[in-house]
Each structure stands twice: as C-alpha cells, then as structure tokens.
C-alpha cells in the first residue's frame, strides 16, 4: 500500500557464491589488471577459467566464472551520461570538404564554432588550417555571436598546444596565448582521441558539411564562400530544433546574456617570428624572401 505501483522484486542480501567466492579476489585482480594491457591480449572468460583451475585448484564448472566475468565487466564499463551545457561556452573544431574557387577545386578547411546551450553556430572556411586561420576564425566568430564566451573547448591542435605535460596539464603556444590574453576567455582541451569530449561541434561539423557544402559550392573567392555560410548560419538562427519549442535565435538570448564583452579592436590574426635581415636586405618566410626597409 506505501506504492502507486508495485516496486517489483528486490534483492536484500548480495549474490551467495559458495564456489566461486574464495577467488573472486583473484578474478577482480585479473580484470583490473588488464586495463593496462593491450585490447587484443587481455583474459577472455575462458582464460580466466583455465589460469583458476592451473594455478589455483579451482574446481568449479566454466560456467559460474563466465557469468560472473559478464556481470563484473558491465560494472566497470565506461558510462555516458546526458550533459547539461550552461550558456556562455563554446567548442570550436576545424573540419574539411571539397570547393571551388575561381573554377578551381581545392579542399576547404572550414572552422565550426558551437554554442551548445542555443545550438548556435558559425561556420568559416579557409584554404588552409594555419594559425593565421585558426586566429581570424575566433575574430569573425566572436564578432558574430557579439561577445566572448566565458570557456572554449578545443582538441590538442599544435596551433594552440604545444605540449601535453605527464599530468595532462597542456602547455599552450605562444599563439594560443596571445589570443586569451586578448579575449580573456578560459581554456579546455578534450581527451586526445576522444571525440565524445566536444560531441556537438563534433556534430556541427559533419552538418555543416552535409548542408552547407552538399552540392560543392562554388565561389569566385573566399570572400563569396564565407559570406554564403554566414547566411546560411542567420538562416539557422530560425529553425526549431528537434525536442525544443523555442528557436535557435531564442536560446541564444539566454547565451548572450553570459558573454563576456569583445575587446575594443579584434586580434591581429598573424603569426609574429623573430627573424634576421639578411646581407641583401631580405627576411625569409616559409620557403619565400621578402624585402624590407635596409634601415
């Protein structure tokens, strides 16, 4: 009478494993050990059976070991869990399809910059992925959403990190750098190999490609192409996206309220090198020579 519905059966005291319970340590044991082995090589159920019966006299059937092993590996399984995503943070990732500029067919490096919580986004392509890309994307992003979100979430770019310590603690460019100091907006690096750590611009990268650049697009520049996803993303702002009964333009509301304010003037989107003049009055870049001013 204490539920609405019946609670159904619950267990009261642990599973009785009169068999297997002097080696469940030891079974434990072999499971944890193996997080450190390679996939290929570590103890199937079976293993596990045979190594208890060699070398610890077990003497119990095959098939308490492998019901146990199931239940044990679904414990430690690595659970995902739905993410709340606060307004205000932005992940930023670069992706890659094909164009054509001026009847040429080249690949497009296209820089996504997400906010989770509005699902607002802007989409800007360059013919490479330099930092000088990497720098002009951020002014043009920041620009159009018209503030600083207070964290961006990047992968492990040798543009912004230039070295990740034992700890994890990742060690940015000079660079990368520069460009907190002048947006003053702080810094995560996701998991290397782990695309699930920034799972929406992950997404946002695939649709931009799939709608943004599904036919090929063609420009007379890059100038053209980038003002055409500019349009695209302010269509976007409209739509109603699947489980949400206000639009993009909306949410967004409740983002910019969160935003840090952009600095007075964008970021100088170059890369500064020391350098020396030589004899002939020269300065080289990248394989090319520039002349300078002898004085």
Known sequence: MQFSLPPGYERQKPVVRPKLGPWLGIIDQILVDDQTQPKKQRHTAKRI???????????????????????????????????????????????????????VEQKAHFQCFDLPHSDDCLVVAFPVENTEAFLEGHNQALAYFGGVPRTMLYDNTRIAVKQ???????????????????????????????GNDKGNVEGLVGYARRNFMVPVPRAASWEELNARLLEECRKRRERKLWGHTETIAERFE????????LPPAPLEACEQRTTRVSSQALVRYETNDYSVPTE
């Not at 146990?68 to 932005?90: C, I, N, S």
């Not at 409740?254 to 935003?259: A, G």
């Open 49 to 103: 059976w045979d190594r208890l019966k060699d070398e610890h006299a077990f003497k119990g059937g095959y098939t308490v070991v492998k019901d146990y092993v199931r239940q044990a590996r679904l414990q430690h399984k690595e659970v995902f869990v739905p993410l709340a995503h606060p307004p205000g943070d932005a992940p930023a990732d670069f992706g890659e399809a094909f164009v054509v500029i001026a009847g």
């Open 164 to 194: 990740i310590a034992g700890d994890g603690e990742r060690k940015p460019t000079e660079t990368f750098s520069g460009l907190q100091s002048h947006y003053l907006f702080a810094a995560k690096f996701g998991r290397p190999g782990k």
């Open 254 to 261: 409740r983002d910019r309220e969160k935003l840090l304010p």
